[in-house]
């Protein structure tokens, strides 16, 4: 009961933590139930995927640190492209829904490929 306290109390100070105390921190402090977007999801399967979610201290913050990235990166990215003739309205209804989606998957791939589907950033 002693190790577990030292190891609750070493964590809430921003201290490292070992493997084996990362462990027993998990045992003895129940996770919460965290909510996280499209990205914050997609990077936390690809973590655990890859079995390394547990090396990450406050993967919760982590996580939402990743769906404001990418909310980030869309908001320019989309700024950068609609300013681009491949991307300006018609006035085609179809013609510039066709646009539209064509720039959603280009910026979802763009976010997918650097913030998401990287391993090396942990």
Do not use: C
Request: glycine residues 6%; hydrophobic residues 35%; negative net charge.
């Amino acid at each position: 009961m002693m190790k577990q306290n030292q190891v609750v109390n070493k964590a809430q100070q921003g201290e490292g933590l070992t493997v084996e105390e990362i462990k027993v921190y998990q045992e003895v402090v129940k996770p919460v139930k965290q909510v996280y977007g499209k990205y914050g999801t997609l990077k936390k399967k690809f973590l655990e995927k890859n079995g390394i979610e547990w090396m990450i201290a406050d993967l919760p913050t982590y996580l939402h640190g990743i769906d404001k990235q990418a909310e980030e990166m869309y908001i320019v990215l989309q700024s950068r492209l609609e300013k681009t003739e491949r991307f300006k309205r018609t006035g085609n209804f179809v013609e510039d829904y066709h646009r539209l989606t064509e720039m959603q998957r280009l910026i979802d791939e763009e976010i997918l490929n650097e913030i998401v589907y990287v391993g090396d950033d942990v």
